[in-house]
Each structure stands twice: as C-alpha cells, then as structure tokens.
C-alpha cells in the first residue's frame, strides 16, 4: 500500500514537473489567452480531458499561463466532476477574467448546491459601468443550474439593470430559464421573463431567452400577460421571438388571444411562426380552428402541411374523421397524406370495423409501393400504430421488412400501441393475451439481434404502465441480447436492456458509462484554422459550417476525419423535426446507428441562441460518435448538453427545406480565403 502511495506521489510529481519544465523561467504575469491547436501542451491537456483524467487537469490549475488554467477549467466544464469543485471554487478570483468566467460556468455544469454560496460570494456588486459582466451574467446562470426557489425570486426580483446592461440581463434571464429547467419556477420569475419577452426596449437576445421560458417552462401562469405576450407576438420584427411566444400562447385559453392567433396564422410568412401556431391552436377549442386547419393542409410549405395534419393525429374528433379521409385522396405529399389516415384511424371508434379496414389495406398498399422509399413509408407504418388492432399487421408490413428504417419505424409504433391510452379500452379482458403476444414479437427482435429494434423493445419492456414485470418469468433472453452487443458502438441499446433488467429485477438502474476509446486526432487539427469551413453538399442544395476547431476540437478532427474518408456520402437525414433540427451521419439510417467507437462530450460555454447551429446528437454524456443535427431556431434547453462543434453560415434556406430521406452527397473540407 505505502509503495502504491509512494509510486502515486511521484507521478504527480513528475506531472508538475513536466508542466512547470514548459514554461519559461520569468517572474513576469502572463495575461493573455493564446490557445493553438498545434500547441503541444496544450494537446497533453486536452488529451487528459479526452481521457477523463480529472486529476492530470486539475495539475494545471495553478499553471503561470492563463491559456492552460482556461483550458483545465474548460474541461472541468465539459467532465462534469465533484472532485474539482472545490479547485473551481478557487479559481472564481483567478486574476484573468476569460478563467474566472469559466470557472463559474463549470461550477454551473456541475449543478452541485454546495456552490451555490461560494458563486455567490464572487458575485462582483459594484456599479455595472465599473465591472466586466460576462463573469456576473455566468455566475448568475449558474445560480440557476444549482439554486433553490428563494434565490430564483430573488435574482427575478431585480428589475433596475439598464437596457443597456445585456450581459446582465442574459444572466438574469438564463438563470430564470435554467431554474425552470429543472421543474423551479415561480410566479416573480415569469412575471419578469413576460416584461423582458414583450418590451422592445431591451435586447434581442435577452427577449428571444425570455420568450423561450414563456415558450417552455411547464406550470407556469401567463394569464396576466397573456395580452402582453399577444401584443408583442403579433409586433416583434425578430422570427426568433415570434416563434417562442406563439407556443406561449398555447398556455391561456381567451378567446380574443385565439382570435389573434388564428389572424396571423394567415398573414405570418416565416413557416417556423406558422408551425409553433398551429401547434398553440391545440391548446383551444377544436370547433374553432378545423376550418382553419384544414386549410393548412395543402399547404406550399411541407413543415406547415404536416404542422396541420399532425392537428388532426393530436386533437381530431371523431365525429370529422370520415371528414379527414377526404383529403387522404386529394394529391397531398405522402406524409402529410399517412398524418391523415393516423388521425382517421386514432379518432374512429373501434366499431368502425370496415372504414378502419378500408385504410389499413390502403396503407398496405402504398407500403408495397413505397418499398424502395422507406423514409416516406415510415410514415404510413407510424399511422399503422393509431390503431391497436394492428398490431399483427406491423409484424408482417414492417418489423420484418427490410428496409432499416422501416423496421425501426415498425417497432416505435408497436410501441405506442402497447403503451397507449386506447390499449386496455381496446382488447379489455384479452389485454394480457394481446400483451403477451406482443411480447413474442419483441423476443423475435432480440433473438435476431437487430440494434434499433432491442432498443424500442427494451423500453417497452421497462415501461411501468405496460406492466411486463408480472408477465415475464424468464429474462435470460434480455441477458443474452446484451452479452452480444459490442461497446461502445451500441451503448444505447445495451442500456436499454439494462434499464429494462432493472425494472424487471425491481432493481435500481445505473446507466454503463464509455470508457476513453477515440484518441485525437492532432495530425487532422494541424491543418484546421479560424477560417476551416465544410461544405455540405445535399439533393437539395448546399450549406456551409463554420467549424470551431479551437472551441471542440475532439469533435471537429472526428467530423473532419469521417468527411475525409467520405463517410457521410450518401447518408440520410433520417430525422427532421419541423422548427427543430435535421440530423444525419447515422449509418444505419434510423438513428441507432454509430461505429465502433465513441467521442467525448465538449461543453465550453456555448450557446444555441440562434439557427443554425451544429450539434452533436448523442445517448448521454460522452457517447457520440457520427450523428450531428442543425437546428431550425433557438434551442436553449440544448445548452451545456449538446455539443456545438460549427455554425451554418450559408445556405440556411437550404436547411429548411430538408426533410426525412434527403441524402448528404458530400463533406468538402477547406480553408475559407
């Protein structure tokens, strides 16, 4: 043991001493942040975050220059470790003010309330002309990750920091949202975030943030501001605010804001507006808006086409659902068309024995002639699963088929019968027969060992409101399926099964976590620069990304890596959520899909405050690996947990006008002159 000891001291011993042999003899102070990928220390450190080395990072917490503190705080951001708290704790009075602001940030991340006064205490509160707020606006944000209610009424109550004072305003608005991120809201918090969201006086930014919470946070009561929210709705000039409180609107139910509403449904022209209204109609009454609906369906814009059907899926009525086939024979996008024959299928009663009939041989129909078109097929075999009875038919239309995504599809709508509303009402004394026939289907995909189908199944199986732990007796089949799985490629579905093992057991669940794997590649980010670009190149045109080689610059060799050796050829965008993102790079093309390896998570403070941003998807905390999104809008509640590796700064048009089955043609990687 004291060798074990002694042997430790020594190592980091001689760490230090390898960091201090890197830095030249002087006693002047270094103020300066000067971070180059081709810097060899700094690849040292960055490869200790790479490798989840907390305690190699925190030996640069006392370095002379102020770029490696900044790039061990960072990385203390991004690997999330109590064991560092107290170290940040000491870096909130770092000389510099780049360290001390991530220094908050990643006490922030870490979302311990054991920081909470330290963070506090470093509060500079002194005259906003005198201080550089970029540390009190992160302090305050952190307050938000890690605070208590009384300090979310307290940091609302604020209301005399000048228009002017946009860092502080930022903080104060991204400390209300991140309370309510983690379900803390309180009436003085969104009083101020409705002031902030509907004056024109204050910053675009603080009110598109502000907008979000109204847009976001649950249980919150906008009834005395429901008119002006409405007002500053139908005025902002910036789609980004528009878009927010449109869906905040969903949460008040007067009849003179639906008026308002409906009224610019038909006048707005960004289709994002269009589609965050229709769904904030369905806060209201459905004998109101069907007209209006309705109309939308034949809408030039897909987004706002779909936004319309998938009213109809959510909130039809039966009595208008012989109604909505009419439009199913109109010559309406396929997609738009299965959202229909879903609603029709969701909203007739049972005892429509022939009309449910006629639409399931019609959508078998268009399934056996959209064979090689699956991500339009989808589409249909997710209508399929509005209706329990056909839940045999998915089985032979879909499960079994082959086409990847079609079969993930299949699984998904298996899912949402079994775990709908209308399952039990449907079979009612034969629940359990049905059940357990069901079950037969989802053992059949873990003995063919597809990954995505384990996946869905799993949750099924681990899904408390089914009720599968009283009608399993033998999991060995479940044991079995994750003993074949290969780490960390499939590490989704192997903690899928171990979620549903635990809840079968009546056990507690502890997700496996991804060891390093995936060294750097510092060869790659010697050629990136400020300037290092990635054309996209897509069936429906071009985009290009900036790339953030110094921010993430694990993440960009890897996407840079996998460009260079075509990877993303021919790849779809196997996902596209309307006023949301699209995301490709999944090789198996359904989003269960990666390679045999995973990258870590890199989470500097960055935000998605705007369009346009390129993330990276993932199943967790450090398990990405080729999948990346971009978003149509601001996507706050992404923060701190997604990625952001690059930005679009061409072709956004594009962007929006992608859907499920568009293809990447190429990656082309260069240096922008």
């Known amino acids: 043991m004291n060798r074990y000891i002694h042997s430790l001291s020594w190592m980091v011993i001689a760490l230090m001493l390898t960091i201090s042999s890197c830095v030249p003899p002087s006693n002047e102070v270094i103020t300066d942040i000067n971070i180059t990928n081709s810097d060899p220390l700094y690849q040292r450190l960055y490869n200790h975050q790479d490798e989840q080395n907390v305690d190699s990072v925190l030996a640069y917490f006392n370095h002379p220059n102020p770029s490696y503190r900044l790039t061990a705080v960072n990385a203390l951001a991004s690997m999330q470790s109590e064991i560092a708290i107290d170290s940040l704790i000491i870096r909130l009075s770092d000389p510099v003010l780049e360290v001390r602001v991530a220094a908050a940030y990643a006490l922030g991340q870490i979302g311990k309330a054991e920081t909470v006064d330290p963070l506090m205490s470093a509060f500079v509160n002194r005259d906003t002309v005198d201080v550089d707020n970029r540390f009190n606006s992160t302090i305050l944000e952190a307050i938000g990750k890690t605070g208590n209610k009384s300090l979310l009424n307290a940091i609302s109550s604020v209301e005399n920091y000048r228009t002017t004072d946009t860092l502080l305003l930022l903080g104060q608005v991204r400390s209300i949202y991140r309370f309510a ?47 002006r929210i409405a007002e500053a709705f139908t005025g ?45 109609l369905g806060s209201y009454s459905y004998i109101d808006n069907i007209d209006l609906i309705i109309d939308h369906l034949e809408n030039e814009n897909i987004h706002v086409a779909n936004a319309a059907a998938q009213y109809l899926v959510d909130h039809g009525n039966r009595s208008d659902a012989e109604i909505y086939k009419t439009f199913a024979n109109k010559n309406i996008d396929h997609t738009v068309r299965a959202k229909v024959y879903a609603s029709v299928l969701k909203h007739l009663p049972a005892y429509y024995t022939g009309s449910k009939s006629r639409i399931r041989t019609s959508i078998l129909n268009y399934l056996e002639e959209l064979k090689d078109k699956p991500y339009i097929a989808k589409h249909y075999v997710t209508a399929l699963g509005q209706d329990p009875y056909n839940y045999a038919f998915l089985k032979d239309a ?83 399926a994750a003993a074949k799985l290969a780490l960390p490629r499939e590490i ?98 359904d989003g269960y899909g990666s390679l045999d390896y995973s990258i870590r998570s890199e989470l500097p403070q960055q935000y998605y405050d705007d369009q346009g941003y390129v993330g990276m998807a993932s199943a967790g905390l450090h398990t990405e690996g080729t999948q990346w999104f971009v978003t149509h809008s601001p996507t706050p509640h992404l923060d701190g947990k997604y990625t952001i590796f690059g930005k679009v700064t061409e072709g956004m048009d594009v962007i929006h006008q992608i859907v499920e089955g568009d293809k990447i043609n190429d990656v082309i990687i260069t240096i922008q002159r």
């Not at 009083?191 to 910053?203: G, I, K, N, Q, Y």
């Not at 927010?244 to 022209?269: H, Y």
């Not at 079979?427 to 995505?452: P, T, Y």
Request: charged share 20%; hydrophobic share 40%; net charge positive.
């Open 492 to 589: 989704e579905t192997y903690n899928e099964i171990k979620k549903a093992l635990a809840y079968l057991n009546n056990v507690k669940y502890e997700a496996e976590k991804t060891s390093f794997n995936h060294p750097i590649n510092w060869n790659t980010l010697s050629t990136v620069s400020d300037s290092t670009i990635a054309v996209v190149k897509t069936n429906k045109g071009n985009f290009t990304i900036k790339l953030f080689g110094r921010n993430t610059p694990g993440t960009v060799a890897n996407f840079i890596d996998l460009a260079n050796d075509n990877f993303f050829d021919n790849k779809a965008y196997h996902r596209v959520v309307s006023n949301f993102v699209i995301q490709g790079g999944c090789p198996r093309g």
């Open 181 to 227: 991120t983690r379900g803390i809201t309180t009436q003085v918090g969104t009083d101020r975030m409705v002031d902030l969201a509907s004056s024109e006086t204050f910053p675009k930014e603080v009110r598109v943030m502000a907008a979000n919470y109204l847009s976001r946070a649950k249980n919150i009561d906008l009834s005395k501001g429901q008119f």
């Open 236 to 280: 902002a000039n910036e789609a980004n605010i528009r878009m927010a409180l449109a869906q905040s609107l969903s949460k008040v139910s007067d009849p003179d804001i639906l008026k308002i509403l409906q009224s610019q449904l038909i006048v707005e022209k960004d289709y994002r507006v269009k589609v965050n209204i229709i769904r904030a």
């Open 398 to 480: 879909a499960i079994d088929s082959g086409a990847v995504a079609v079969r993930t599809a299949g699984m998904e709508a298996l899912s949402n019968i079994v775990t709908g509303e209308n399952f039990i009402n449907t079979f009612r004394s034969r629940s359990n027969i049905v059940k357990n026939e069901i079950l037969e289907i989802i053992k059949e995909q873990f003995v063919k060992g597809d990954v995505g189908a384990m996946a869905i199944g799993a949750g099924i199986l681990s899904n408390e409101k089914v009720g599968y732990r009283d009608l399993i007796q033998n999991d060995s089949f479940l044991v079995t």
